[in-house]
């Protein structure tokens, strides 16, 4: 009596080139996403890190502000900070009437490709409070919460 080969009653254990196909297309779109997410996020640190060296000159310009000294004496070698930094040129104008001061400080955006060309400043307000004005090529998304 022949025996019956019982290789030949085993089902095939693997995937189909369809279920793998999927699997990559899966895997490329969640990529893509955390890659924008990712970009998104890269663009936001670098605009927090430019308003946290803004408000580095808050207290100096108060400071001035107080003293009542010229207008000579408002710019950044005048505050005693640096006038750039790796992202920015600073730039600083005397207050109006008031203690009123627009556009106080500014950095002037470089070395950033996506940001070329634009400027984030503080302005101090009527109250002694400040406030953050982007330009208008800076898109809301990337802001930190203080100049939204």
Known sequence: MVQPNS??????AGFTLI???IVVAIIGILASIATASYQTRIKQSQLISIYQELSHFKLPYQML???????TEFSPNGLNMSASSNYCQFVVTPPITGGIAP???SCNIQNLGNFENQYLSISRELGGGWSCQ???GISNKYL????R
């Open 7 to 12: 290789n030949c009653y085993k089902s095939q």
């Open 19 to 21: 279920e793998l196909m």
């Open 144 to 147: 930190p919460v203080a100049c």
């Open 65 to 71: 502000m107080d003293e009542g000294v010229g207008a």
């Open 103 to 105: 556009d106080a400080v």
């Open 134 to 136: 982007p330009s208008a």
